[in-house]
């Protein structure tokens, strides 16, 4: 066997169709445009046409296949159809990434109503409700590849975590219950814990640099995150080489976690 059978058994996508909430800007675009390359159809979820455009403009000139959906995964209908309009572009998808997410973190003692009810119906209910519509026929297939992006707040308090933090430790909890219920049917269910990545969903604490270069040292490599850093772990947990990992919050974060 050659080593490019081998590494196309374990980690190919050929064949295979991704949807990706958040997939026109920051860790959604990078695993987007990684599980493209890697062979999949990916079907990019979110608001702002022009980004959508954008990306899968550059995705298809790239020689990959594409598609784009614009929706508001913040009410249950604007998800339901997102997900119906997702699957019409290449069919059902064989692999789901969440990452569309909304940064509303202000202190605890000025939260109020709106934001936790906003936070949780884009963080954590549309995650839900895409796993609800797109888990059982995976487990009817035999294969899927559900993947979260949470975030440090999941398990550490800083930086105002607030509603957010609720959120992102709830939806790996979420993680690991839809592991529970279709894992023995051939679908695993992961999230990816990122440190801190220079996204636009990031804009207020990249704006300071002290806090920047601060949380930098706190690695162990020595730098803050990028986007493009999630490609590869990405590409692993949606093929068929992480067949026996589920359940699981692993950390691309450059060792901020352990440090």
């Known amino acids: 066997m ?36 890697a062979g999949a159809n990916v079907v990019i979820v979110a608001r702002k046409e022009a980004e959508l455009t954008a990306t899968v403009d550059e995705l298809t000139a790239a020689g990959c296949r594409a598609g ?38 202000p202190p605890m003692s000025d939260l109020v109503d709106e934001v936790w009810d906003t936070t949780m119906a884009v963080n954590l209910e549309a995650p839900f409700l895409l796993g609800q519509r797109f888990g059982p026929g995976m487990a009817e297939r035999g ?48 999230t990816l814990v990122p440190g801190f990545v220079m996204t636009p969903l990031n804009a207020r604490l990249a704006s300071d640099p002290d806090k920047v270069e601060a949380l930098a040292a706190r690695t162990m490599v020595g730098r803050n995150g990028l986007a493009e850093d ?29 440090h």
């Open 143 to 190: 294969f899927g590849r559900i993947i979260h992006i949470t975030s440090q707040q999941a398990h550490r308090a800083f930086v105002q975590s607030g509603a957010y933090g609720v959120s992102k430790g709830a939806l790996e909890a979420l993680a690991r219950s839809q592991a529970e219920a279709w894992s023995p049917h051939g679908v695993t269910c992961n």
């Open 2 to 37: 050659t080593s490019h059978t081998y590494l196309s058994e374990l980690f190919s996508l050929d064949g295979r169709t991704a949807v990706v909430t958040g997939g026109s800007s920051g860790i959604g675009r990078a695993i987007a445009e990684a599980l493209a390359r």
């Open 230 to 258: 999630f490609a590869g772990a990405a590409v692993f947990l949606a093929g068929r080489g992480s067949a026996y990992v589920t359940g699981q919050a692993i950390f691309v974060d450059g060792g901020f976690s352990v």
């Open 68 to 105: 784009w959906v614009s929706a508001d995964l913040g009410t249950r209908d604007g998800v339901r159809a997102a997900a119906d309009e997702a699957a019409a572009v290449f069919g059902e998808p064989d692999i789901l990434v969440n990452s569309a997410g909304i940064n509303l973190r």
